[in-house]
Nanobody
Framework: VQLVGSGGGSVQTGDSLRLSCAAS????????AGWFRQAPGKEREIVAT???????YYADSVKGRFTISRDNAKNTLLLQMNSLKDDDTAVYYC???????????????WGLGTQVTVSS
């Protein structure tokens, strides 16, 4: 059972990135899923979530710039990030769970994280 995140990198302010999270060994299509991030010296924060039926939630800080989606046929979770800001710099983690994804998520299956660095 694992999630493998990819797609991070170093970009400039205003650029775009797309993160992917490939799931294996779990029933991804019946899982709720989401993205969290953690910046240096800060607590982990929720970024976006998507339920098993496709309902989406976004943190206010990314609303209108980020889009979460899922491809159940490919067992993949995606996060399209546009208009990136310096404050988006963080390690991004994907998570999948049979329980709803919440801000203080405990449990579930977590990816190892992918670094996103945004500089002006």
């Amino acid at each position: 059972v694992q999630l493998v995140g990819s797609g991070g990198g170093s970009v400039q302010t205003g650029d775009s990135l797309r993160l992917s999270c490939a799931a294996s060994g779990l029933s991804f299509s019946t899982s709720h899923a989401g993205w969290f991030r953690q910046a240096p010296g800060k607590e982990r924060e929720i970024v976006a979530t998507i339920t098993r039926v496709g309902d989406k939630y976004y943190a206010d800080s990314v609303k209108g710039r980020f889009t979460i989606s899922r491809d159940n046929a490919k067992n993949t979770l995606l996060l399209q990030m546009n208009s990136l800001k310096d404050d988006d710099t963080a390690v991004y983690y994907c998570v999948a769970s049979q329980s709803f994804i919440t801000a203080r998520m405990i449990g579930g299956t977590w990816g190892l994280g992918t670094q996103v660095t945004v500089s002006s």
